[in-house]
């Protein structure tokens, strides 16, 4: 069954440095989006991409994050200098129509 | 806000015990979806229903809905150990992209 990849599962990195986080959605989708959620909190929107180019994107959504997707296959989320509160789980999802099925996250870790 | 806010917080049952868990939210929907997480890991979806639809199920699962309450809920019937996770509900608008909106989820433990 096909399925929403992600890499790397952890990642931990230094305040001020850049990440990507990558993502390889589920073949036939349209529509990506990434989402995070600190530790022991709820899951919360980021962005939503379709047609290539960002159709929604939420507050936390700031100038330091970008998407990507460079080529047909991959979706990437770009954090050009971490801050000790991007520590999070970052799930990307993609969904053909009304589903949508996530990946298994990455683990971020700021320090 | 649209936010869906699942109740209890935490529930604990014994292996075979029927589980249920509430989902409100406060704005019109398109789907409501419920989530499962187990600790640490990804988000796997457990079903969906659609705004005109009251009630579905799948294998032990069965999902009602109630519009005019905004509220969704949850049954695992037969609870198994494996069944040990959060269960998350998430809605989506009408209109616009389909974000999903989440709770902050029903932390469920199956004692055997």
């Known amino acids: 069954e096909p399925e929403v990849t992600q890499t790397p599962s952890h990642q931990v990195t230094q305040m001020g440095q850049e990440v990507i986080l990558r993502c390889v959605p589920i073949?036939?989708?349209?529509?990506f989006y990434w989402y995070r959620q600190i530790l022991g909190q709820k899951v919360e929107f980021l962005v939503s991409?379709?047609?290539?180019?960002?159709?929604?994107k939420s507050e936390i959504f700031d100038d330091q994050f970008s998407v990507e997707r460079p080529d047909g296959s991959n979706f990437t989320l770009k954090i050009r200098s971490t801050k000790l509160e991007d520590s999070a789980m970052y799930f990307c999802a993609s969904t053909a129509q009304e589903t949508q099925y996530f990946g298994p996250g990455t683990r971020l870790l700021v320090l | 806000s649209q936010q869906g806010e699942e109740d209890p917080q935490a529930l604990s049952i014994q292996e075979g015990e029927n589980a249920t868990m509430n989902c409100s939210y406060k704005?019109?929907?398109?789907?409501l979806q419920w989530y499962r997480q187990n600790s640490g890991r990804g988000l796997v979806h457990l079903i969906l229903i659609r705004s005109n639809e009251r009630e579905k199920h799948s294998g032990r699962l069965r999902v009602t809905l109630d519009t005019s309450k905004k509220s969704s809920s949850l049954l695992i019937t037969a609870s198994r150990a494996a069944d040990t996770a959060s269960y998350f509900c998430a809605t989506d608008r009408i209109q616009g992209a389909q974000k999903l909106v989440f709770g902050q989820g029903t932390r469920l433990t199956i004692n055997p």
């Open positions: 991409f379709y047609n290539n180019e960002i159709s929604e």
């Open positions: 073949s036939n989708h349209l529509y």
């Open positions: 704005t019109s929907i398109n789907n």
